[in-house]
């Protein structure tokens, strides 16, 4: 069963300061995504990472994607209030998962809050 | 402007009615997906389509039934046999291929009263 766990789950920081998210998945996968989920609002696609060695950053935001040993980071600099929200990793699983390609599996999400 | 549509945005449902849940899309996206959340909780798949007039079913379809008769929409409803379907439920398409990044609709929150 393919198995993508994040950590931590919640997250409390202070304005200003840098934390890392952690997403670790189970099975080979090169493809992983990551979302923002601010309260009762939709899903939002933050980054694509789509290769051994991906690093993308957006703002105070950076992905990372290491396939080897099936983690990918989501790396917060300096968080501001505006980045509270819910952070969900999601993994493509292979085509030979027992499933067809394209149903990504999400991990349970990181809730980020953020105080002055 | 290219998205994905979901109405009705909060819908109600009495013991025993079925209801279903429109999704719409004009990315021309081949795949569709329903995925329901619960609170504090990941997403979790229900259902799923690759092309018109065929579906998948996800890790949780039991009480739900989908149809793909266009592109552009894949309707879910919920049924009676589903015994817990207070929820918020999400739309998404992608392309199929190298990237199959979903995009997610706005969410219909359901609750059974």
């Known amino acids: 069963e393919l198995k993508v766990e994040q950590n931590p789950l919640f997250l409390s920081m202070q304005e200003g300061k840098n934390y890392t998210i952690y997403c670790n998945y189970s099975?080979?996968?090169?493809?992983l995504y990551w979302y923002r989920q601010d309260p009762g609002k939709s899903l939002e696609s933050l980054f694509v990472?789509?290769?051994?060695?991906a690093v993308k950053q957006e703002g105070r935001l950076m992905a990372s994607l290491d396939t080897k040993a099936r983690l990918s980071t989501l790396h917060i600099t300096a968080a501001v209030h505006d980045l509270s929200a819910t952070y969900f990793c999601?993994?493509?699983?292979?085509?030979?998962?027992?499933?067809?390609?394209?149903?990504?599996?999400f991990g349970k999400g990181t809730k980020l809050s953020v105080k002055p | 402007d290219g998205g994905i549509t979901q109405s009705p945005k909060y819908l109600f449902r009495k013991e025993g009615q079925n209801v279903t849940l429109s999704c719409e899309q004009n990315?021309?996206?081949?795949?569709m997906y329903w995925y329901r959340q619960d609170p504090g909780q990941g997403l979790r798949l229900i259902y799923y389509?690759?092309?018109?007039?065929?579906?998948q079913k996800g890790d949780i379809a039991e009480g739900y039934s989908v149809s793909r008769e266009k592109k552009e929409s894949f309707p879910l409803t919920v049924t009676s046999a589903q015994k817990n379907p207070t929820a918020f439920y999400l739309c998404?398409?992608?392309?199929?291929?190298?990237?199959?990044?979903?995009?997610f609709g706005q969410g219909t929150r359901l609750t059974v009263v």
């Open positions: 998404a398409s992608s392309l199929w291929g190298a990237n199959t990044e979903a995009f």
């Open positions: 099975t080979t996968s090169d493809r």
């Open positions: 990472l789509l290769s051994n060695g």
């Open positions: 999601a993994v493509d699983p292979p085509l030979n998962y027992g499933g067809s390609q394209g149903n990504l599996i």
């Open positions: 990315l021309n996206h081949d795949a």
């Open positions: 389509s690759q092309i018109v007039n065929d579906f």
